[in-house]
């Protein structure tokens, strides 16, 4: 299926600065992020595949997510459209005056590993969690992530329509019921997967790959 994101292109220069940081940030994953992922059920190779990585020497703006999981947003060919980063303190993260998982400020709101709707067929699963898209995609399913039922825009729906079944994987709480529903309500063919609590990445290491299939068979 080939679909694109109705999106302005990056400038020569844009394209240049995200992949410097990209591939600094990816050749400086740390220990605590690697473990960190590993304990999330991440497979090296999976994060490798997703050039997922760590803000170790921050590129210009990106000083407040020094420390923190850097985690590409790429183009269906590889190339990185966007970075959102993930605190990996064990702390309140809104007493400390930051959300758990950020992106960069005036960021446009984009579709995480839209590749996926390039490379599926009939079939895509959409996920809250740009994390719960990589175990999904572990399980050999065509996974995307659309950060929040805030984040869903009406063009999305031109870029789901042509799938047979979409998926919906939102966690298991009323921003995920929100979610379902947005994207449910928006696609005739979409159809919400139930976890049984929390999220995709809690099923997957509570039930592993069986408990995931189990809801969408």
Known sequence: MSQREPMRPLSASTRADLEEATAAY???LTLDAAQYLD???ITR???HSFRVGTVADPRPGHTRFTGWLAIPYLSHTGYPLSLRFRCLADHDHRHAGHGKYMSISGETSRVFNVGAIHRAAHELHVCEGELDALIL???GLHAIAIPGATNWKPYYK???AGFTRVWVW????DAGDTFNRTVCTALRSARAARLPA???????LSGGAAALHALIT
């Open 137 to 139: 995609t572990q399980l």
């Open 45 to 47: 190779e999976t994060a």
């Open 170 to 173: 939102g966690d298991r709480d």
């Open 39 to 41: 304990a999330r059920g």
């Open 26 to 28: 990816q050749a400086a």
């Open 198 to 204: 929390g999220d995709v990445t809690d099923t997957y």
């Open 158 to 160: 031109r870029m789901l």
